[in-house]
T-cell receptor, first 113, second 111 residues
Framework: EAQVTQNPRYLITVTGKKLTVTCSQN?????MSWYRQDPGLGLRQIYY???????DKGDVPEGYKVSRKEKRNFPLILESPSPNQTSLYFC????????????FGSGTQLSVL | ELKVEQNPLFLSMQEGKNYTIYCNYS?????LYWYRQDPGKSLESLFV?????AVKQEGRLMASLDTKARLSTLHITAAVHDLSATYFC???????????FGAGTRLTVKP
């Protein structure tokens, strides 16, 4: 089954404790991205990647890191999480041809205490 | 700065009624997407509109795109409870799937 898999689904952590949210897709998609969703703000893009070893900042990259060492994986890293990073995070992927819809993961609800 | 504005942000309607959700965007984009999100769930694609004048319909939903006016509409016909969800529009200004989303319209359809 074609899918984008995120883990974990829920995560509670404390300020400053490094964490990684994993994202994997099995559709051989070129394009992958991370969004955060906050009430009233819609989805805001954090980082995106057009291909392996190619990553770019989105609208709200501060406090986040990503890597794209393999085509299927695009982990989101919070080196020193802060409470303002409490949010719902979505990973998404597509063929990246510019005319294709995004496929979304099931989301990760992160709480930073 | 690219802006994608949806209105209304909240919509409560009776079953059987019609209504339209609007999506305005501030920069040139030939592509516009509509997504649906059920409470506590992820987003799923509804429509992909790829040119000026594009119109797509599925069931009780119809989406259209006017690139000159930088406006897309999502029209709901004879609403039913199952349509209750949050609807997002998104534009792709660089034609590379680097999408920017509106804030979403939370639709509630009441019996």
């Amino acid at each position: 089954e074609a899918q984008v898999t995120q883990n974990p689904r829920y995560l509670i952590t404390v300020t400053g404790k490094k964490l990684t949210v994993t994202c994997s897709q099995n559709m051989n998609h070129e394009y992958m991205s991370w969004y955060r969703q906050d009430p009233g703000l819609g989805l805001r893009q954090i980082y995106y990647s057009m291909n392996v070893e190619v990553t770019d900042k989105g609208d709200v990259p501060e406090g986040y890191k990503v890597s794209r060492k393999e085509k299927r994986n695009f982990p989101l890293i919070l080196e020193s999480p802060s409470p303002n990073q409490t949010s719902l995070y979505f990973c998404a992927s597509s063929l990246g041809r510019g005319d294709e819809k995004l496929f979304f993961g099931s989301g990760t609800q992160l709480s930073v205490l | 700065e690219l802006k994608v504005e949806q209105n209304p942000l909240f919509l409560s309607m009776q079953e059987g009624k019609n209504y339209t959700i609007y999506c305005n965007y501030s920069t040139t984009s030939d592509r516009l997407y509509w997504y649906r999100q059920d409470p506590g769930k992820s987003l799923e694609s509804l429509f992909v509109l790829l040119s000026n004048g594009a119109v797509k319909q599925e069931g009780r939903l119809m989406a259209s795109l006017d690139t000159k006016a930088r406006l897309s509409t999502l029209h709901i016909t004879a609403a039913v409870h199952d349509l209750s969800a949050t609807y997002f529009c998104a534009v792709d200004p660089y034609n590379n799937n680097d999408m920017r989303f509106g804030a979403g319209t939370r639709l509630t359809v009441k019996p």
